[in-house]
């Protein structure tokens, strides 16, 4: 395989798993979030805090996709 | 009017005290709440005061509301909300107490007219409901009901609705034997269905057994025919019957809904004053229980905004030369509520922190900074002149349809900012629709974002740069103005001091400094963690990555711009293909096309970007120095929304 092709192969698995991970992890925080909203709306801020907090894994992810394609 | 445009602190709240003679309780109440200024706080520091009571008939009002607001409902299914919403500013009650009781029987007689109505209405349906089902038989063959009511013949009677007609038929053919001795069909065009009816002297739960598939359901023609028999004996006369009932009931109903809709139409505007009054006067005596009172005196406390002391001060004059009334500064640590108040342009941008949670008093209130950066954020995300041009215009018509002060209306404002603010990027961009020309004409851009992607990147992770050091100076100037210098430094200054040590590491190496640059970066960078050590703990040390992964979120500015300017890329390069094809279904779908796939963009355009960049305010932002947790300023003589 040429040089250029294994490079996007490299990014899309960089980008691609740690998203996938994130997407996981936010999921299990996010229903948690919304039923503490249900309970009391004040719950917002603090909800959404804890829930995009692995989305830093698709951004370093992203990061290293970058990298690999533009070194 | 005052201009708040760079306040960073919710509004200067006072603490205030007003105690009157118990014979001026009702003056004092109408005074404070026409003033709409003071926040009523309950105290219990005083045992000698008790919940103060009234004497108007509140429970008088809440049912002459209740009753209005169901009259409203009735009559037009209207948003009876919307109308007390529309004037909650109003200084007035538009109706005096006194006017307003004179509307009690007015407003019960009004409630007997629709509840006439509906009775009538209910009685039309019913007969309508008779003569389908008188109908149906009749159409089946049956006219006199006492025959299968009585059933001396020992027959059974089945009626059924069909699934399949045709099929219902051939199966009912080889049926003979359990029974069957004749059947009726009959078409409901109105309803497009088949209804049989079935005559036997078998076993009727074995002939429906058999039939079941070819059926939707049987129905219960004994119930039926005794809800029928009612109204008469034979089909025929129950038609009869129906139709002439019917006939007199219609002109009854008119006349009666053209009497009440009239009636309404003549004192609408009557109503929604007599409406907005009550919702005031129950709204004013609901609250009467933060007042407090003795034998001999009627006392309340609470805060005003500081500005509005002269306005309280002349107001209570006009009661008597007798007001006790201590207006004070209020001490450190005490709960206050806070009121934030900016310029029109900005107060839109407060809707973040009402989704978030308020800033606490005395903390900073950051609506005027999101005004600068959420457009900023947004514009730079989405950058095309035509996304910003279509967003624009869907703002404005937003604007425009919804109520003044309503979460929509605001976040419609924002967006409108955010329009121009892309249409600014996007002409730095040079894109239109993802086109890097319009009309013919080449846009020049300053960053080709598909091009640059590296530049982009970068540029992204310098506004994350700027905004969160923005974040940690701000936490500083706080805790420097609350003289809480110590955690200024090991809270705030640290991190801050951490980026520098890691840069000037980073630089050092890149650059091939002499060493002693880097013993001085080392140096610096052990002092940072041993200030974050103190300031946060070990918790601090552990989070010591997150800098890092908080200036890299802001990557995101450019990479959600690019995945839409990658789909806008992709749906042109189709529509240019389907256009190359010269024929006349290529430029159709080219059309198509590019609408279809336009719109699904600026839907994804609108809510990305949205997202992201409020994201990167509550998340990275707002956790370097925002105290949220603040109780909202509310003064006695607004109206809630329930």
Same mark, same amino acid.
């Given at each position: 395989?040429?040089?250029?092709?294994?490079?996007?192969?490299?990014?899309?698995?960089?980008?691609?798993?740690?998203?996938?991970?994130?997407?996981?992890?936010?999921?299990?925080?996010?229903?948690?979030?919304?039923?503490?909203?249900?309970?009391?709306?004040?719950?917002?801020?603090?909800?959404?805090?804890?829930?995009?907090?692995?989305?830093?894994?698709?951004?370093?992810?992203?990061?290293?996709?970058?990298?690999?394609?533009?070194? | 009017?005052?201009?708040?445009?760079?306040?960073?602190?919710?509004?200067?709240?006072?603490?205030?005290?007003?105690?009157?003679?118990?014979?001026?309780?009702?003056?004092?109440?109408?005074?404070?709440?026409?003033?709409?200024?003071?926040?009523?706080?309950?105290?219990?520091?005083?045992?000698?005061?008790?919940?103060?009571?009234?004497?108007?008939?509140?429970?008088?009002?809440?049912?002459?509301?209740?009753?209005?607001?169901?009259?409203?409902?009735?009559?037009?299914?209207?948003?009876?909300?919307?109308?007390?919403?529309?004037?909650?500013?109003?200084?007035?009650?538009?109706?005096? /107490?006194?006017?307003?009781?004179?509307?009690?029987?007015?407003?019960?007689?009004?409630?007997?007219?629709?509840?006439?109505?509906?009775?009538?209405?209910?009685?039309?349906?019913?007969?309508?409901?008779?003569?389908?089902?008188?109908?149906?038989?009749?159409?089946?063959?049956?006219?006199?009901?006492?025959?299968?009511? /009585?059933?001396?013949?020992?027959?059974?009677?089945?009626?059924?609705?069909?699934?399949?007609?045709?099929?219902?038929?051939?199966?009912?053919?080889?049926?003979?034997?359990?029974?069957?001795?004749?059947?009726?069909?009959?078409?409901?065009?109105?309803?497009?269905?088949?209804?049989?009816?079935?005559?036997?002297?078998?076993?009727? /739960?074995?002939?429906?057994?058999?039939?079941?598939?070819?059926?939707?359901?049987?129905?219960?023609?004994?119930?039926?025919?005794?809800?029928?028999?009612?109204?008469?004996?034979?089909?025929?006369?129950?038609?009869?019957?129906?139709?002439?009932?019917?006939?007199?009931?219609?002109?009854?109903?008119?006349?009666?809904?053209?009497?009440?809709?009239?009636?309404?139409?003549?004192?609408?505007?009557?109503?929604?004053?007599?409406?907005?009054?009550?919702?005031?006067?129950?709204?004013?005596?609901?609250?009467?229980?933060?007042?407090?009172?003795?034998?001999?005196?009627?006392?309340?406390?609470?805060?005003?905004?500081?500005?509005?002391?002269?306005?309280?001060?002349?107001?209570?004059?006009?009661?008597?030369?007798?007001?006790?009334?201590?207006?004070?500064?209020?001490?450190?640590?005490?709960?206050?509520?806070?009121?934030?108040?900016?310029?029109?342009?900005?107060?839109?941008?407060?809707?973040?922190?009402?989704?978030?949670?308020?800033?606490?008093?005395?903390?900073?209130?950051?609506?005027?900074?999101?005004?600068?950066?959420?457009?900023?954020?947004?514009?730079?995300?989405?950058?095309?002149?035509?996304?910003?041009?279509?967003?624009?215009?869907?703002?404005?018509?937003?604007?425009?349809?919804?109520?003044?002060?309503?979460?929509?209306?605001?976040?419609?404002?924002?967006?409108?900012?955010?329009?121009?603010?892309?249409?600014?990027?996007?002409?730095?961009?040079?894109?239109?629709?993802?086109?890097?020309?319009?009309?013919?004409?080449?846009?020049?851009?300053?960053?080709?974002?598909?091009?640059?992607?590296?530049?982009?990147?970068?540029?992204?992770?310098?506004?994350?740069?700027?905004?969160?050091?923005?974040?940690?100076?701000?936490?500083?100037?706080?805790?420097?103005?609350?003289?809480?210098?110590?955690?200024?430094?090991?809270?705030?200054?640290?991190?801050?001091?951490?980026?520098?040590?890691?840069?000037?590491?980073?630089?050092?190496?890149?650059?091939?400094?002499?060493?002693?640059?880097?013993?001085?970066?080392?140096?610096?960078?052990?002092?940072?963690?041993?200030?974050?050590?103190?300031?946060?703990?070990?918790?601090?040390?552990?989070?010591?990555?997150?800098?890092?992964?908080?200036?890299?979120?802001?990557?995101?500015?450019?990479?959600?711009?690019?995945?839409?300017?990658?789909?806008?890329?992709?749906?042109?390069?189709?529509?240019?293909?389907?256009?190359?094809?010269?024929?006349?279904?290529?430029?159709?779908?080219?059309?198509?096309?590019?609408?279809?796939?336009?719109?699904?963009?600026?839907?994804?355009?609108?809510?990305?970007?949205?997202?992201?960049?409020?994201?990167?305010?509550?998340?990275?932002?707002?956790?370097?120095?925002?105290?949220?947790?603040?109780? /909202?300023?509310?003064?006695?003589?607004?109206?809630?929304?329930?």
């Amino acid at each position: 395989m040429a040089e250029a092709g294994l490079m996007a192969l490299a990014a899309s698995i960089a980008i691609g798993s740690t998203a996938v991970a994130a997407g996981i992890a936010e999921a299990h925080i996010g229903s948690a979030a919304v039923a503490a909203m249900a309970e009391d709306e004040k719950f917002f801020g603090k909800g959404l805090l804890m829930t995009v907090l692995p989305e830093t894994l698709a951004i370093f992810g992203l990061v290293i996709a970058l990298l690999i394609l533009f070194k | 009017m005052k201009s708040y445009l760079f306040s960073l602190f919710p509004e200067k709240m006072c603490y205030v005290r007003i105690a009157v003679e118990k014979s001026l309780k009702k003056k004092l109440i109408d005074t404070l709440y026409d003033l709409k200024v003071i926040h009523i706080e309950e105290t219990n520091d005083k045992e000698f005061l008790k919940e103060a009571k009234i004497e108007q008939n509140l429970e008088t009002y809440s049912d002459m509301l209740l009753n209005l607001e169901s009259v409203l409902k009735e009559i037009k299914g209207m948003d009876y909300e919307i109308i007390a919403i529309r004037k909650p500013f109003s200084t007035k009650p538009l109706l005096s /107490e006194d006017k307003v009781l004179n509307y009690e029987k007015y407003i019960d007689d009004f409630e007997k007219q629709l509840k006439k109505l509906k009775e009538l209405k209910d009685k039309y349906n019913n007969l309508n409901k008779i003569y389908i089902l008188a109908e149906r038989l009749r159409k089946l063959g049956v006219d006199n009901l006492s025959i299968i009511k /009585e059933n001396k013949s020992g027959l059974g009677f089945i009626l059924l609705s069909l699934k399949d007609k045709d099929k219902f038929f051939e199966n009912l053919k080889n049926l003979i034997k359990e029974g069957i001795i004749s059947f009726t069909i009959y078409r409901d065009e109105e309803e497009n269905r088949d209804y049989a009816l079935i005559i036997h002297k078998g076993d009727e /739960e074995n002939i429906i057994k058999k039939l079941n598939e070819f059926i939707i359901k049987k129905h219960n023609i004994y119930d039926i025919v005794d809800y029928l028999l009612n109204y008469g004996n034979t089909t025929k006369d129950i038609l009869d019957k129906v139709v002439k009932e019917r006939a007199a009931l219609v002109y009854e109903l008119k006349e009666l809904e053209e009497k009440v809709q009239k009636e309404y139409k003549s004192r609408q505007k009557e109503l929604e004053d007599l409406l907005l009054s009550l919702k005031h006067i129950v709204n004013k005596y609901t609250q009467i229980d933060k007042f407090k009172e003795s034998r001999s005196l009627f006392y309340v406390s609470g805060y005003i905004p500081c500005k509005d002391k002269n306005k309280l001060l002349k107001a209570l004059s006009k009661i008597s030369p007798n007001v006790f009334i201590e207006i004070k500064e209020v001490k450190k640590g005490e709960e206050v509520p806070v009121k934030i108040e900016h310029t029109r342009y900005v107060n839109p941008f407060k809707v973040f922190l009402d989704i978030y949670a308020l800033p606490k008093y005395r903390y900073i209130d950051p609506t005027v900074l999101m005004f600068f950066t959420f457009p900023l954020f947004y514009g730079f995300i989405l950058g095309d002149v035509g996304y910003g041009l279509v967003l624009g215009i869907f703002a404005y018509i937003l604007k425009t349809k919804t109520p003044k002060g309503s979460i929509i209306n605001n976040l419609a404002k924002v967006m409108l900012l955010s329009s121009a603010s892309s249409i600014f990027f996007g002409l730095l961009f040079g894109e239109f629709f993802g086109f890097e020309s319009i009309f013919g004409y080449e846009f020049h851009p300053i960053l080709h974002r598909m091009g640059e992607i590296k530049e982009l990147i970068g540029i992204s992770i310098l506004f994350g740069l700027i905004h969160i050091n923005l974040g940690l100076l701000l936490g500083i100037y706080q805790q420097i103005r609350y003289k809480e210098y110590k955690h200024a430094v090991t809270e705030k200054f640290s991190w801050i001091l951490l980026q520098i040590s890691v840069g000037y590491l980073i630089y050092g190496y890149l650059e091939n400094l002499p060493t002693y640059h880097r013993y001085v970066a080392y140096m610096l960078l052990i002092l940072s963690i041993g200030l974050i050590y103190i300031g946060e703990g070990l918790k601090g040390i552990f989070e010591l990555p997150s800098i890092l992964s908080n200036v890299l979120s802001y990557a995101r500015l450019g990479a959600v711009g690019l995945s839409s300017i990658a789909i806008a890329y992709v749906i042109n390069v189709f529509v240019e293909r389907f256009v190359e094809s010269g024929s006349v279904g290529g430029y159709i779908a080219a059309i198509v096309l590019f609408l279809l796939g336009h719109t699904f963009n600026i839907l994804l355009g609108i809510i990305g970007p949205f997202l992201h960049s409020l994201r990167l305010h509550y998340v990275e932002f707002f956790t370097k120095f925002y105290e949220g947790g603040g109780k /909202e300023y509310s003064p006695y003589g607004i109206l809630k929304k329930r």
